[in-house]
């Protein structure tokens, strides 16, 4: 369960990236975060992982306060909190498989990492993660020669083979024409209903966010203006959460 | 510049329209000043002479007539310390550029979050570069003693420093977003830097190498003249006896090792781009 | 299920081969690049010398250092830089008539082949024979140097101004044969407003690497910061090697960084 009490971010040059958030997210649930650009939504993800620190409040996931993890614990935490990126983030230069082995390197004895030394039992791994997004005839290809979907499907199997309890995904479809967005996001849907893991998405585009979503969180200036099952959203509350004009009313 | 744009009017035109442009005044003639100023001084400070140039340049040809044809049969003495070069800048190279790895990642700030670590390691770099490689070497013979191994030192110390520096400065230039992801996946740095970041720089990493080690069998020819071993120290000796068809021996040598490993190393740094 | 995977993994290209092949290589290289190691002979006076530098940098000859007269490290430097002044100036004279002799779209291929051929061989001649040559012209002194770098320099330098030169746009020459204009006008506006600021960043570039070659210089006599440096070493004056380290070190650092800020300011306006 993750938990956010009262919790507030400000960057240093003063910006106020979130503020006075409270939610409670169960295990297993698929949740969709809209918002504007410069919402927030991103900000509320990576503190999820820690990629950015909280400034106020609590951040507690299955009990345990995430701002106090440091060094050893912190990346500990970070293997059961998957992230995916909207640039998927990957080595071009390198293969397929090499870019899904490297979330098992935390793992792993430093002099096994600098050599590339994968025992079969992680290749293994690396391969059954491919095939969950149906990736695995381009194992051995270099990841700079697949489109934009096939590597944020690679960025995907990445994250899956870590085998994390929650995946964060920052805006994964937002470079990919319809068609591929929604193979992707039906590889988010599968794995959600098949491995039971929590996924939380930001969407630029509302009716994926609608159609695949369980429950939605509506952003604005960094307060959450929504929460609730998709069911509710009405226009009133997309003009609230999208509206130009009136952010602090 | 502030003073010198005051001291001349901007050229202002006004268009039929009535718009107005203007146009700094001509910075010409200033850097021509500055540049007759700069030659003037220098003449005087060198003792540069045209005439004397013109009339003793035949002293200059007559050196470089007598290197032919070149003595062939010295090849037999030449070929050891041409080896020997090779291997001097092979050698200083090689574990040049390998130390210069740790130091590019420490000088680099994108990698190392530490402004202070940044700096220290940045001027280490260029106290090291500053100093040219035949003063380095000469160093050397005094605390090493006469020999081969001063020459694989400065060297060494070279391309450490130019290989560190490049290869520093190419790190930040490097795209973040696959060690960010490592970084959320829980790796640290060290296992970060070695997954992601590393497979981005090594053929930079590499063709920067070979250049150095291109440009150091060049330079480590001159290195015996300071007594730091190879093949200037033939060199040396034959010019001051004055047996200029064995200098043009060597410096034929030379020539063509400096061809081969020339042509080598480039193609192997067009394969690795 | 884990069949199918097994048959992919089966299909790994391996790069054991090739990466074998390049470890056995590069070990046999260095493996046989060890005499390079040779003639170490590190007793404890190179030892007590290495710390005297050491501490003759951090006290260093403040009379030298600081002094105004013919032995100061202040006229030392001035004289390396018009050194490394006039040979670069003088080394570009020389190299842009080779340059246009040698680039492909100006001369024919046969010729071009040639003149680099040339051009390559004055590169490999080692500065410091250079300079023994030319004093037999000048005589010792900052000339013999000038001299030493000019023709040192021609090898970069026309290298450069070469790709510039083949990197010329024609397309601005044909606008101007449109115009009707002269062989004369085609070259004053048409080619030098092209090349200019490339050539003199090139020019200015060369110019920091030879103040490191002027450095030198004085080795063979031929002027420079670097002659008093060798008598100070050989005498173990250690505090005015001191001085004139930090002198060298000051600089090659402050004329690197001007370097960099001209050519930026060149090149990007
Ligand atoms: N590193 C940073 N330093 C300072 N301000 C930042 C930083 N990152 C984000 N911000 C600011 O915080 C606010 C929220 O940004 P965030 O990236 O979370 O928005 P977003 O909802 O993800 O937008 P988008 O849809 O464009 O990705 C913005 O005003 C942004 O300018
Ligand atoms: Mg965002």
């Known amino acids: 369960m993750i938990k956010f009490e009262h919790v507030s971010k400000t960057y240093p040059n ?3 990236g979130l503020q006075d958030i409270n939610l409670e997210i169960q295990d297993g649930e698929f949740i969709g975060i809209i918002g504007m650009s410069g919402a927030g939504k991103s900000t509320l993800i990576r503190t999820i992982n820690r990629l950015n620190d909280i400034t106020e409040g609590q951040l507690t996931v299955d009990g345990v306060e995430i701002s106090g993890l440091k060094g050893k614990s912190l990346r500990q935490y970070r293997r059961k909190v998957g992230m995916i990126f909207q640039s998927y983030n990957l080595v071009p230069r390198i293969s397929v498989i090499k870019n899904v082995l490297s979330s098992l390197v935390p793992d792993m004895p430093i002099m096994r990492v600098m050599f590339g030394l994968f025992s079969k039992e992680d290749k293994i791994k690396a391969l059954e993660a491919l095939d969950r997004v149906s990736m695995l005839d381009k194992a051995f290809v270099r990841t700079d020669q697949l489109s934009g979907g096939q590597q944020q499907r690679v960025s995907l199997a990445r994250t899956l083979a870590q085998n994390p309890s929650v995946l964060l995904a920052d805006e994964p479809v937002a470079a990919l024409d319809p068609v591929t967005a929604h193979e992707v996001m039906d590889d988010f849907k599968r794995i959600n209903e098949e491995l039971g893991q929590t996924v939380l998405i930001n969407i630029h585009h509302v009716d994926l966010a609608l159609e695949y979503s369980k429950r939605i969180i509506g952003i604005r200036s960094g307060k959450i203006v929504y929460d609730g099952p998709v069911s509710g959203i009405t226009k009133d509350i997309l003009d609230l959460i999208y509206s130009k004009d009136g952010a602090d009313k | 510049m502030k ?42 400070v060198t003792g540069f002479s045209l005439t004397m140039l013109f009339t003793n340049i035949t002293g200059f040809w007559q050196i470089l007539a007598s290197m032919f044809p070149p003595k062939l049969s010295y090849f037999f003495q030449v070929w050891r310390p041409l080896l020997m070069t090779i291997q001097m800048s092979f050698f200083g190279s090689f574990f040049g550029s390998l130390m210069a790895l740790p130091f590019a990642v420490l000088a680099a700030s994108n990698i190392t979050n530490n402004r202070v670590i ?23 013979t005094y605390i090493f003693g006469l020999g081969t191994f001063a020459g694989t030192v400065a060297i060494f110390l070279f391309s450490f420093s130019f290989v560190g520096k490049q290869l520093f400065e190419y790190i930040e230039t490097v795209d973040m977003g696959a060690y960010e992801a490592l970084t959320a996946t829980g790796a ?34 001159i290195l015996g003249y300071v007594g730091a071993g190879g093949i ?11 047996e200029f068809q064995s200098v043009g021996m060597i410096l034929l040598s030379i020539f063509v090792a400096v061809v081969i490993i020339e042509t080598v190393s480039q193609q192997l740094r067009k394969y690795l781009s | 299920m884990n069949k199918k995977l097994e048959t992919v993994l089966s299909k790994e290209p391996s790069r054991r081969v090739q990466y074998s092949i390049t470890g056995a290589i590069l070990l046999i290289l260095l493996v046989s690049s060890s005499p390079a190691l040779g003639g170490a002979n590190m007793t404890s006076k190179g030892f007590e010398i290495g710390w005297n530098i050491l501490t003759g940098i951090f006290t260093p000859d ?47 291929r046969p010729v071009v082949l040639v003149t680099r051929f040339i051009i390559m061989a004055i590169r490999t001649v080692p500065s410091l024979v250079y300079g023994l040559m030319f004093i037999r012209v000048t005589g010792p002194g900052p000339f013999a140097g000038v001299m030493t770098l000019a023709i040192v320099s021609i090898g970069m330098i026309s290298k450069l101004f070469i790709e510039t030169i083949e990197d010329l746009d024609t397309g601005i020459l044909e606008s101007l044969d449109a115009f009707g204009s002269t062989l004369f006008q085609k070259i004053r506006y048409g080619i030098l407003p092209q090349l200019g600021s490339d050539f003199i960043s090139i020019l200015v570039y060369r110019f920091d690497m030879n103040l490191r070659e002027a450095t030198i210089l004085g080795l063979v006599g031929a002027g420079g910061i670097g002659a008093p440096m060798i008598f100070a070493l050989s005498a173990y004056h250690w505090h005015q090697v001191g001085a004139i380290l930090i002198g060298l070190f000051l600089l090659v650092f402050i004329v690197e960084i001007l370097s960099d800020k001209l050519r930026q300011k060149i090149l990007h306006g």
């Not at chain 2, 940044?118 to 050397?140: D, E, G, M, Q, W």
């Open chain 1, 14 to 16: 003063g910006v106020k």
């Open chain 2, 3 to 44: 003073l010198y744009d005051k001291l001349f009017d901007a050229e202002k035109f006004t268009l039929t329209n009535g718009k107005t442009v203007s146009q700094k005044f001509t910075r010409m003639p200033l850097i021509i000043l500055m540049l007759l100023i700069g030659i003037t001084v220098s003449v005087w």
């Open chain 2, 118 to 140: 940044n700096l220290v390691v940045r001027f280490i770099l260029t106290v090291v570069r500053t100093i040219p490689t035949l003063v380095s070497a000469l160093i050397a």
């Open chain 2, 188 to 221: 640290d740095t060290p296992r970060a830097f070695v997954t992601t970041i590393f497979p981005q720089i090594l053929p930079t990493y590499l063709s920067t190498a070979l250049f150095a080690f291109e440009g150091n069998v060049r330079y480590a020819a």
């Open chain 2, 232 to 242: 200037g120290m033939i060199l040396n000796e034959k010019i001051g006896w004055r």
């Open chain 3, 62 to 108: 403040t009379s030298l250092l600081f002094g105004l007269g013919d032995s100061g490290v202040a006229y030392l430097i001035l004289q390396t830089i018009a050194i490394a002044f006039l040979g670069t100036l003088v080394g570009a004279v020389i190299a842009v008539p080779l340059s246009f002799i040698s680039a492909t779209n100006i001369v024919p």
